[in-house]
């Protein structure tokens, strides 16, 4: 089955602590997203990356980091320097187009202790 | 800052109704209009897209578009509890890389 998986879907972070969400594709798309949901609020945009080896932020990429070394593959780390990291984390991907509609993953929920 | 904004709800119909759910965008420019049903702890999922101005059927779900007046609207047709859900009108931005998301619109089908 084609489909975007996440992991883990539960994830806990002390405080200092990096952690790492994981977001896999196998729809060869081009595009992939990271969105940032809170409570009764709609997905913000964390960053986005169209092609291997590029990606750009979104509008709060401050506190979080990403890498996009293979097509199927784009994890997201959540820094320290990210204070209010409590959150509903969602991966998504699209072919390229203007007509292309995004595929959205699970979904991580993250917690700090 | 482009915008999308949407009634946060909530909207309460009763079992059969139509359920009418509104959105406005400031994009101008913008050529690519979408809604997603998400329900409570789960990710959004796709319900309609619509890319030309008037009317999109598709079964109990009727999107509009309006880009004179940047106005997308959704009419779900016989709502059912199951229709119960936050739903999100999206817009492609002018750019074609960034789908900027409503806060949501919060529908209580009542039995």
């Known amino acids: 089955d084609g489909g975007i998986t996440q992991s883990p879907k539960y994830l806990f972070r002390k405080e200092g602590q990096n952690v790492t969400l994981s977001c896999e594709q196998n729809l060869n798309h081009d595009a992939m997203y990271w969105y940032r949901q809170d409570p009764g609020q709609g997905l913000r945009l964390i960053y986005y990356s169209q092609i291997v080896n590029d990606f750009q932020k979104g509008d709060i990429a401050e506190g979080y980091s990403v890498s996009r070394e293979k097509k199927e593959s784009f994890p997201l780390t959540v820094t320290s320097a990210q204070k209010n990291p409590t959150a509903f984390y969602l991966c998504?991907?699209?072919?390229?187009?203007?007509?292309?509609?995004?595929?959205f993953g699970p979904g991580t929920r993250l917690l700090v202790l | 800052q482009k915008e999308v904004e949407q009634n946060s709800g909530p909207l309460s119909v009763p079992e059969g109704a139509i359920a009418s759910l509104n959105c406005t965008y400031s994009?101008?420019?913008?050529?690519?209009f979408f809604w997603y049903r998400q329900y409570s702890g789960k990710s959004p999922e796709l319900i309609m897209s619509?890319?030309?101005?008037g009317d999109k059927e598709d079964g109990r779900f009727t999107a509009q578009l309006n880009k004179a007046s940047q106005y997308v609207s959704l009419l779900i047709r016989d709502s059912q509890p199951s229709d119960s859900a936050t739903y999100l009108c999206a817009v492609l931005d002018t750019g074609g890389f960034k789908t900027i998301f409503g806060a949501g619109t919060r529908l209580f089908v009542k039995a």
């Open positions: 619509i890319y030309s101005n």
């Open positions: 994009d101008r420019g913008s050529q690519s």
């Open positions: 998504a991907s699209t072919r390229r187009g203007l007509k292309e509609t995004q595929y």
